[in-house]
């Protein structure tokens, strides 16, 4: 009994002084601003870890001229190896150990959605997901400290949708998907995106990430007389459906996702497969010789070069970095936006009443744009086509903006 | 779903990519197969060291040699490299418990994946292979030319290993000394050498392995990872002590993993690798040494 | 034999003393660090039954871990008809619900051995994974499940770090009990007549059936109560969160610990959790010998020196941490008799 009072003597003076004093907010100091990631750097996806480089590589850029409203930018990003268990892990090092002021561009869906959870409780932001899952900028009702980035893979498929009923009259459509929730994300989208034609899908198969081939699934695509053939895959999934293509003789008219339409990926299939394969885009792909002397990527290897931590040439045309780059523009922004008076609050304050026009990691004309009910970022994007071993985006820019 | 009606011309295709995925299964559990024989270990590290190798091919091509100068450089180099990692890793540990010895190659795995992302990126990469990508048409059913030159190369394979395992004296030596190391130092046998002669000759099947692979599924450091279970469930499938037991079993499941991923419904291409395990176990339970292996007599 | 009594029993003493004090030394999440170690030290007790003690190698463990740790997901999230359940009592069932499973895969492991039950158990390790994905209305497919942040009962007034700490290593140091108590008796002594010869243990009367399916359950229960804690300090399952290479840690452990060595699982528990989670540490380490600058955060680096310190550990300690223990302490006979 003594003890319990003993405690609750404490708790009462603890939260007195509490209200006394205005609790500092946890990784912001007078001369500077925490901020903290979980990503990749072992295991399969180890080479999506680049985003935080990307990110570092800006920060230090950033300190170099100043910092932001005159605070440096520390940034801490810890491996996670794409194991949900071990971001869960990272993410409360990085609260509670760290003591970072926002967790920031995080990778993948799952680790982001096991970690929505405590960020929301703890009231940390969550910011910039490195996803293109849907529910991160739908759910802001029960989420209100998370926000996406990048366009919805639903929106994506739809867009995709669109393209075939208005330019594809006698389309008879085969999708390869990856089986998991983003490639059915992206096929849902896609029928949605067909509205009526929907029924012009003569065949869909999905194929597991443990497959090591994805030729037996290709056949079987072909062998129902498609004549369009929608790529939702991931990595060298896709680069295998592009050989299969091309090695069973088949000549359709290839749609493949954002993900896995790097310029330096497209230039190392079969080309008489690739050729006329359409997809969209709003990052600059530093790989493609379209931005070759584009004042942007310019920018980004001079960053990189400068401020990477042993940067390689490959580096320098890798899109992991530029996209890294791009949310770290949009951050500063949001931080500079958010006032020299910071708190978690005013951070989530400026990332959902946020313009910003010319981020020059970005496709020119994209504005960035969220409002608090419509936490997508990024919902411009344009349509691009592959020919003579180079993308040239074509048409104006497109609205993936969730209806 | 739709899903496409069943058609003789796909079942062939079907076939066809079932038996070249087998033998790409089969060139890894070769080499899974040849470092038992001769150490009892399982190597962790085959898939990793195989990949390893196929880049430095990769390396040697993109500084301007063809396929075939590069080939020789590179089997050359795993051989060395097998040997060296034997003696070098395994050697300290030899009279270890096996597990302690298959923790290390664990290890080496881990190690050579993080070295291939740090010297070459973890991007994938082309890799142009011996064979052409054309395709033939065989009895109407267009089949690749590289798929008939994988299929080849791993019976040729087999079939040389077959030669030097029966009618060599270094063959003969490296079954000996894994059956039974004191007896075969006293019939002169260098057992230490034979286990390190099995590792440089498991490296060297990986490396052919790896690089009649690469051009199909493309190079990077986590190639071989998937291949690796497969490859390990054809070699227990086969026996594993059996190289054509390996190969056999290779092509039998590569053949039954694409067949029920297509034709069964239920198990679809989420279920076809627990299926074809589920298989495997019931063989076991029949042949618990699997196709091709003998079980050892147990002693008291 | 009454020496190596004392040993084991003053050492638990301590074990337990340390375990009672060390959140007062520690940071919070330090707390949640050492209670994860704990959780692989449960998994480990297990493993050690099944393989140290019983011979019988599992490259399946992670398998048993997840299906603990989905067990307390969908009791927590769905619950049973309806009844959601509290965590903390879903651990219990989750142990008994994968001690089931360990028993099924224990009666066709009777036909196999060495490495051939080896690479099958590792086939339930590969397969299991698929289950949630294939049957996701049950399991949550590749989104998973979020259950709710694990929160201290009955009003305690303590971080919920420290709750999982105490709640991990309270049952750990139960089960190290029972583990202790299982090995030196009548059925300890069976698995270890069986390890050592199978037709010595059939002649004197023991039912190698029974012991060795027998081993495969209680293995499989301390996995599934492991994973089950997992879960509930994750607040998340989906298939990832027991992803394939987890079993194959769980036998590094196994190996680091000294296989028979019940205490030596803890610095197995340890290593399996430090090399994961502090890779960067290790680097910054090592970038203090002589010519050598990792730069802890590139792609790669985790891998590399978790693949080194793997193969300095096993090359120094061929016979774990438990082998260097017996060394150092054990009698002369044993000392002799476990050479290397």
């Not at chain 1, 004093?21 to 990631?37: K, L, Y």
């Not at chain 3, 540490?281 to 985790?302: C, E, F, M, Y």
Request: net charge positive.
């Amino acid at each position: 009994m003594r003890v319990f009072v003993v405690c609750a003597a404490v708790a009462v003076v603890a939260a007195a002084s509490a209200g006394a004093r205005p609790v500092a907010t946890p990784g912001v100091s007078s001369d500077e601003i925490h901020i903290g990631s979980s990503v990749p750097l072992s295991g399969e996806a180890a080479i999506a870890g680049n985003v935080a480089r990307g990110i570092d590589a800006y920060f230090k850029y950033v300190n170099d001229k100043g910092g932001v409203l005159g605070r440096k930018l520390k940034y801490t990003y810890l491996d996670d190896g794409y194991d949900p268990g071990r971001a869960v892990n990272n993410t409360i090092r990085l609260i509670q150990q760290e003591q970072v002021f926002a967790v920031f561009s995080s990778l993948g869906t799952n680790n982001n959605l096991a970690v929505r959870k405590l960020l929301n409780d703890n009231k940390v932001p969550q910011l910039y997901v490195s996803s293109g899952a849907t529910t991160f900028g739908r759910d802001y009702k029960k989420y209100p400290w998370t926000i996406g980035y990048i366009p919805p893979y639903s929106e994506e498929g739809e867009i995709y949708g669109r393209y075939v009923v208005k330019n594809l009259k006698k389309a008879k459509i085969a999708v390869l998907y990856q089986n998991d929730d983003y490639g059915r994300d992206l096929l849902a989208g896609m029928k949605r995106g067909l509205g009526k034609k929907a029924k012009s899908i003569v065949a869909s198969v999905g194929y597991d990430p443990t497959s090591s081939d994805v030729q037996p699934q290709v056949t079987q695509l072909k062998a129902s007389k498609a004549n369009v053939l929608m790529v939702f895959a991931f990595g060298k999934f896709s680069l295998q459906a592009f050989n299969a293509v091309s090695r069973l003789g088949w000549k359709p008219q290839i749609f493949v996702n954002d993900v896995s339409s790097a310029a330096s990926l497209m230039a190392i299939v079969p080309q008489k497969a690739a050729n006329g394969s359409i997809s969209i885009v709003f990052g600059k792909d530093p790989a493609s010789p379209q931005w070759a002397n584009d004042k942007g990527i310019k920018l980004f290897q001079s960053i990189l070069r400068k401020y990477g931590n042993g940067t390689s040439s490959r580096d320098l045309k890798d899109g992991y970095f530029t996209a890294g780059m791009a949310t770290a523009y949009t951050l500063v922004n949001t931080l500079k936006k958010a006032g020299k008076n910071l708190t978690r609050q005013s951070l989530m304050n400026a990332a959902t009443h946020l313009t910003e026009r010319g981020n020059p990691f970005v496709l020119p004309g994209i504005v960035i744009h969220t409002t608090p009910t419509s936490r997508f970022p990024i919902t411009q994007v344009r349509l691009q086509r592959w020919s003579k071993g180079a993308w040239r985006t074509f048409g104006p820019l497109v609205s993936a903006k969730p209806g | 779903m739709p899903i496409a009606a069943f058609t003789w011309t796909e079942f062939a295709q079907q076939l066809a990519a079932g038996i070249r995925e087998g033998a790409i299964y089969a060139g890894l559990a070769l080499a899974i197969v040849i470092i038992y024989r001769s150490t009892r270990v399982i190597n962790f590290a085959q898939g990793e060291m195989a990949t390893f190798t196929t880049f430095i091919a990769w390396s040697l091509m993109n500084q301007g040699l063809t396929f075939w100068e590069a080939f020789p450089i590179v089997l050359a180099i795993a051989f060395t490299g097998g040997v060296v990692i034997e003696r070098t890793l395994i050697r300290p540990v030899e009279n270890a418990p096996v597990l302690t010895i298959v923790i290390i190659t664990l290890g080496l795995a881990l190690l050579l994946n993080g070295l291939m992302n740090l010297i070459w990126g973890g991007a994938n990469v082309q890799f142009h292979g011996p064979f052409s990508t054309r395709t033939i048409d065989v009895g109407g059913v267009p089949v690749s030319v590289q798929d008939i030159g994988i299929v080849a190369v791993s019976i040729l394979l087999v079939g040389l290993l077959a030669l030097f395992f029966r009618f060599t004296k270094l063959g003969l030596g490296m079954r000996a000394a894994a059956v039974n190391r004191d007896s075969s130092r006293l019939v002169g046998v260098r057992v230490s050498w034979m286990f390190a002669l099995g590792w440089g000759i498991a490296t060297v099947l990986g490396a052919v392995a790896g690089m009649m692979i690469a051009p199909v599924v493309f190079l990077d450091p986590n190639m071989m990872q998937t291949i690796l279970l497969y490859a390990f469930a054809a070699a227990v499938l086969g026996g594993l002590d059996s190289p054509v037991g390996a190969v056999v079993g290779g092509i039998l499941l590569g053949v039954t993993i694409t067949l029920l991923g297509r034709y069964v419904g239920f198990i679809g291409s989420t279920l076809k690798l627990p299926a074809a395990l589920l298989l495997i176990l019931v063989l076991l339970l029949v042949r618990p040494g699997g196709l091709f292996g003998k079980v050892a007599v147990r002693r008291v | 034999m009454r020496r190596r009594l004392w040993l084991e029993l003053s050492a638990f003493v301590v074990l337990a003393a340390v375990v009672a004090l060390l959140p007062r030394f520690v940071s919070d999440f330090r707390a949640r660090e050492l209670a994860i170690v704990g959780m692989y030290f449960i998994a480990l007790l297990g493993l050690s039954i099944l393989t140290g003690f019983n011979g019988q190698i599992s490259l399946g463990n992670g398998a048993f871990m997840a299906i603990g740790g989905y067990t307390t997901a969908i009791l927590s999230v769905d619950g049973f008809y309806g009844h959601q359940v509290r965590d903390l009592w879903t651990i219990p069932i989750a142990g008994v619900v994968a001690g089931i499973a360990g028993l099924v895969v224990g009666l066709p492991a009777l036909r196999l051995s060495g490495l051939y039950l080896a690479l099958i158990t590792f086939g339930i390790a590969v397969s299991f994974p698929q289950l949630p994905k294939k049957f996701d209305h049950f399991f949550g497919g590749t989104t998973g499940k979020i259950l709710n942040l694990a929160k201290p009962p009955f009003g305690l007034s303590t971080t919920t770090n420290n709750w999982i700490y105490y709640l991990t290593w309270g049952i750990a140091l139960v089960l190290l009990v029972a583990a202790w108590l299982l090995v030196r008796g009548k059925t300890g002594r069976a698995f270890k007549a069986i390890r050592d010869s199978e037709v010595a243990a059939v002649s004197s009367g023991i039912s190698i059936g029974r012991y060795k399916t027998l081993a495969f359950g209680i293995s499989a229960f301390y996995a599934g109560v492991a994973g089950s804690l997992y879960a509930i300090a994750n607040a998340y399952v989906n298939p990832d969160v027991f992803p394939i290479i987890l079993s194959v840690y769980l036998v590094v452990g196994l190996a680091v610990g000294g296989l028979d060595s019940l205490f030596g699982m803890i610095a197995g528990a340890a290593l399996i959790y430090f090399l994961q989670n502090h890779a960067d540490t290790v680097a910054r380490w090592l970038n203090h010998l002589p010519a050598l600058s990792l730069d802890p955060q590139k792609p790669g680096i985790p891998s590399v020196v978790f693949g080194i310190v793997l193969i300095v550990v096993m090359i120094l300690l061929p016979t774990g941490v438990g082998g260097l223990v017996r060394r150092l302490f054990g009698p002369l006979t044993t000392r002799l008799y476990t050479r290397s």
